[in-house]
């Protein structure tokens, strides 16, 4: 196994497979009597050192796929696949960290654990979604895991949140920090194919975060993220009309939007939400509706004016 390992890593620099048993270094360390003849025992101290030294870590946020693997079949033999760094990380979250989805991958085959947390309780998918890495996310739907059935995933980090919530806000901070530079398009895409990945996999869209029991839409709107909202209004399924009026501490998402004063998409987004069901008569935990939070004068004369109109066309 330790030939094996010198094996990849000569290769890895354009050594031959001959020259991987005749290394000079090889044969150094035989003579000097540095490799035991025990090669068990080699291999043991070559795990302790890897393990000790954080070295799969290293390699995996590096991108060395192939030294990464030898690496990570040996910590696979001794049991040390999942060992953790200072923070909590292991060489499968390092990958993820690092935006290597073939190391993710060849990690997961090898049996690291999916499911494992660092220290603020993400996983990869929290990871994936932070960072706006779809790749990161894609490698899960081309593996034997059924995410669903692995609550770890979809329970909140030490803030509370879930995958979902991460790539929600994360979206939400780069649209209010856009230009148009083409890089910050592209992330803004990455993020919102994030999230379509994370509800392929089984996300439910409906989830609260435990703090504030914000769910999607709430930070949405309160973002006052205009595409975002047009993209969760937009889901399919018979709950929406659930999901648009369900209350964060008392508040529903139009509750939220009516407090966007003086906002350019104030109006836009009232209008979207009595569009599709937002409850006007809701009230908060201080018995107020979503018209009582408008800004007083000509503003919360057109939204009262936009809410009639919604109503009334739908009777």
């Excluded at 390699?59 to 033999?77: H, P």
Aim: charged share 15%; net charge neutral.
């Amino acid at each position: 196994m330790w030939a094996k390992c010198q094996e990849r890593i000569l290769l890895e620099r354009g050594h031959t497979a001959q020259k991987t048993y005749n290394n000079p270094v090889i044969l150094a360390m035989k003579y000097k009597g540095l490799v035991p003849i025990p090669r068990d025992i080699f291999f043991n101290i070559l795990c302790f050192l890897f393990a000790i030294f954080r070295l799969l870590h290293l390699l995996v946020a590096q991108g060395f796929r192939s030294l990464a693997y030898a690496a990570a079949e040996m910590l696979r033999d001794c049991g040390h696949l999942d060992v953790k760094e200072h923070r909590g990380k292991t060489p499968l979250l390092v990958a993820a960290a690092a935006n290597q989805p073939e190391i993710v991958k060849d990690l997961i085959m090898l049996g690291a654990d999916a499911n494992a947390a660092d220290q603020k309780g993400q996983t990869v998918l929290h990871l994936g979604a932070t960072y706006g890495l779809p790749s990161v996310i894609e490698v899960s739907l081309t593996l034997p895991l059924s995410w669903e059935n692995c609550p770890q995933n979809w329970v909140a980090t030490d803030r509370c949140l879930t995958p979902l919530h991460c790539a929600v806000i994360a979206h939400n901070a780069a649209f209010q920090a856009q230009t148009l530079e083409p890089l910050s398009q592209s992330h803004l895409q990455d993020l919102l194919l994030c999230i379509r990945l994370l509800l392929q996999l089984g996300a439910d869209y409906k989830s609260q975060d435990l703090k504030s029991s914000k769910t999607l839409l709430h930070l949405a709107v309160q973002a006052a993220n205009l595409p975002l909202i047009q993209f969760l209004l937009q889901l399919p399924g018979p709950e929406l009309q659930r999901f648009v009026n369900m209350k964060a501490h008392g508040n529903t998402a139009l509750h939220m939007a009516a407090g966007l004063h003086g906002h350019p998409y104030q109006e836009e987004i009232v209008r979207l939400l009595l569009h599709h069901w937002a409850d006007p008569s809701a009230r908060n935990l201080e018995n107020e509706q979503p018209v009582h939070l408008l800004a007083p004068g000509p503003v919360a004369e057109q939204q009262l004016f936009v809410r009639h109109r919604e109503e009334g066309s739908a009777l």
